[in-house]
């Protein structure tokens, strides 16, 4: 199993480190080592949201991008959604609807994912995973570098022209590899696209 991040107060530090928990002075973020049970340490568990984005498939996406520590190119992972997916909205009178897209969507941000989902997610790379971050101040699915293992914000990843993602010509399009997965995907994400810039050019693995 994966090692767990956890959101330990400074008050709690001396606990979690009785406990077998670890600091990872890269990410600043105390954690569970692999060979530990996750039992003991669950009141510094991560809180997982309400799920607001849905489909019956998806696509396991695939990019790279610079390294800011290293400077190396790191491989980098992340969700797609087919046209037809569906996102939960919340009218100003709090009633709560899914409304069904039209076109594909890049997801960032994401705090919970099924855990079939994130089953298979993390039996394709070590280097997604859940972890905090003081920027926006909170726990999401985070890429790590697969060379110094520093983390690689979701802004970058995702949003940043040319860097992993978000693709505008056709050498970056050809740089993602897709890989569908036909079942149900569910989710809370902080953000998602409308639409994707040359979804079609991307290649299907």
Request: glycine residues 6%.
């Amino acid at each position: 199993m994966a090692r767990v991040d956890l959101w330990v107060p400074y008050a709690d530090k001396d606990e979690v480190k009785r406990l077998g928990g670890r600091w990872d002075a890269t990410t600043r973020t105390w954690y569970v080592p692999e060979e530990l049970a996750v039992a003991p340490f669950e009141r510094w568990l991560p809180v997982p949201p309400a799920p607001n984005v849905r489909a019956p498939s998806y696509f396991l996406a695939a990019s790279s991008r610079a390294c800011r520590r290293c400077g190396a190119m790191s491989t980098v992972h992340g969700f797609m959604l087919p046209a037809e997916h569906e996102t939960l909205y919340s009218d100003d009178d709090d009633a709560q609807t899914w409304e069904r897209a039209f076109d594909p969507t890049l997801l960032s941000y994401i705090d919970w994912l099924a855990p079939a989902v994130a089953a298979r997610i993390t039996a394709l790379t070590p280097h997604y995973r859940m972890s905090y971050s003081r920027f926006p101040g909170g726990f999401y699915w985070m890429n790590f570098c697969e060379h110094c293992t520093a983390p690689l914000g979701d802004h970058e990843t995702f949003a940043e022209p040319g860097e992993g993602f978000l693709a505008f010509t056709l050498e970056d399009a050809r740089r993602i590899t897709l890989r569908q997965v036909p079942e149900p995907f569910l989710a809370s994400c902080g953000s998602c696209s409308i639409g994707i810039p040359l979804f079609r050019q991307m290649r299907r693995v």
